[in-house]
């Protein structure tokens, strides 16, 4: 199973609307990181936020995360369609001389202009 | 500066024939991470190198597929005697310092096998 699975698989809201996204998780994390993904490309890093932090702010995104809880949420406020696009989050998870990041599945996210 | 640079964009192989796929990391990264894309899914991790080192190759499977990261030049991904189940996107990151640091990530190198 998944080390990382977001909710909900897809999202369609309106433009100028908040969406929220959310990623549970299974074992302890060193960090916790959201990408986006625009059909066929690669993908593009958001935030990273670090075990030892609970909110993190960059522009109209917004990232928590509680690890008591094993999951993290992802807002973007004040949507727009250019925002259109497959999220994903990862969780790095630290072990010695190793570090490998797990994905979920992503949430497909449609904003209707 | 410029970022996680992939190529071929785009591979097209037959059943049997080997498939490269190159990756050069950002200026001064020297951790190098490969990924599989299949579609509708997330990515999956395949390998992870440092310059000269293999450091996890948990991912990859064990027969067919291998990688490398010369001292110099690119990292390398390659899969001898590809089958149609290899078709997808490979993904490069790579990152300055070991662990807890963001991945950058290349646009994929697109694989389809007739």
């Known amino acids: 199973s998944q080390q990382g699975e977001e909710d909900p698989q897809a999202l369609s809201i309106q433009e100028g609307e908040n969406a929220t996204m959310n990623c549970s998780y299974k074992t302890s994390i060193n960090n916790l990181q959201w990408y986006r993904q625009n059909s066929g490309r690669g993908l593009v890093h958001l935030i990273l936020?670090?075990?030892?932090?609970r909110e993190k702010h960059s522009g109209r995104l917004r990232v928590t995360l509680d690890t008591s809880k094993k999951s993290s949420s992802l807002l973007i406020t004040a949507s727009r369609a250019a925002d259109t696009a497959s999220y994903f989050c990862?969780?790095?998870?630290?072990?010695?001389?190793?570090?490998?990041?797990?994905f979920g599945k992503g949430i497909t996210l449609s904003v209707r202009p | 500066n410029a970022g996680v640079m992939q190529n071929p964009r785009h591979l097209v192989r037959r059943r049997g024939q080997e498939a490269r796929l190159r990756c050069s990391p950002m200026k001064g990264h020297s951790h190098v991470y490969w990924y599989r894309q299949l579609p509708e899914e997330g990515l999956k991790f395949m390998v992870y190198?440092?310059?000269?080192?293999?450091?996890?190759e948990s991912g990859m499977p064990k027969e067919r597929f291998s990688a490398e990261f010369p001292k110099e030049g690119p990292s390398i991904l390659r899969i001898q005697q590809v089958v149609r189940g290899d078709s997808a996107a490979y993904f490069c990151?790579?990152?300055?310092?070991?662990?807890?640091?963001?991945?950058?990530f290349g646009p994929g190198t697109r694989l389809l096998v007739l």
């Open positions: 990862a969780t790095d998870v630290q072990t010695g001389a190793n570090s490998k990041l797990t």
């Open positions: 990151a790579s990152s300055l310092n070991l662990g807890g640091e963001t991945q950058y």
């Open positions: 936020i670090r075990s030892n932090e």
């Open positions: 190198l440092q310059k000269e080192n293999i450091i996890d």
